[in-house]
């Protein structure tokens, strides 16, 4: 089935730099994005942006410009997300996911599945 | 940035209960509009999306609606494994966002 495994947990110091991957398999890796969302504990769901795994093209939020790197491996078909400069509010779960576009019904969007399990990030000193 | 605002942000409810879980965009959003359930410790998982579409395996008491500004999610008769957490997501513009999100607990 299609899957996406995680890296395991990080402990960072701030300032330091944090870089996560994510191997697909069961699926064409290049023929889909890869989006990056994170959790921050007891706390909801942020969107940090995309990458296409067809050709590197990236689109990430504005609140973390300049301090996230998303990257691809298609001989691996791994995703990368590094992320710089770690603050204490870094601190969270960090989900990779697909990025669907077509349904089955024949609706289109971007709609997320499936997920990675999760990376917990701790940014402390 | 579009806003997207779940209500409740919890609620209490039993077996075999019907629920419903309201999303509201900050302007329309059309129909780009998903929900996802999550578990504690776990990854979310999709439930519906493009509004009222069915992901494939998920169990049909789960509907969707809306257009627009105005979304719901239904659970007609809800489950021991349905309480949970529920998010819904714009994909009309970028940045994506994410509902608050919804606790279903048990009654």
């Known amino acids: 089935q299609d899957q996406l495994v995680q890296s395991a947990a990080e402990v960072q110091k701030p300032g330091a730099s944090v870089k996560v991957s994510c191997k697909a398999s069961?699926?064409?890796?290049?023929?889909?994005?890869i989006s990056w969302v994170r959790q921050a504990p007891g706390q909801g769901l942020e969107w940090m942006g995309w990458i296409s795994a067809h050709n590197g093209n990236t689109h990430y939020a504005q609140s973390l410009q300049g301090r996230v790197t998303m990257t691809t491996d298609t001989s691996t078909s791994t995703a990368y997300m590094e992320l710089r400069s770690l603050r204490s509010d870094d601190t969270a779960v960090y989900y990779c996911a697909r990025v669907l576009e077509v349904g089955a019904s024949g609706a289109v969007g971007n709609w997320f599945d499936p997920w990675g399990q999760g990376t917990l990030v701790t940014v402390s000193s | 940035d579009i806003q997207m605002t779940q209500s409740p942000s919890s609620l209490s409810a039993s077996v075999g209960d019907r629920v419903t879980i309201t999303c509201r965009a900050s302007q329309s959003i059309n129909n780009y509009l998903n929900w996802y359930q999550q578990k504690p410790g776990k990854a979310p998982k999709l439930l519906i999306y493009a509004a009222s579409s069915l992901q494939s395996g998920v169990p049909s008491r789960f509907s969707g609606s809306g257009s627009g500004t105005d979304f719901t999610l239904t659970i007609s008769s809800l489950q021991p494994e349905d309480f949970a957490s529920y998010y819904c997501?714009?994909?009309?513009?970028?940045?994506?966002?994410f509902g608050g999100g919804t606790k279903v607990e048990i009654k």
């Open positions: 069961g699926y064409s890796f290049s023929n889909y994005d």
């Open positions: 997501q714009q994909s009309y513009s970028t940045p994506l966002t």
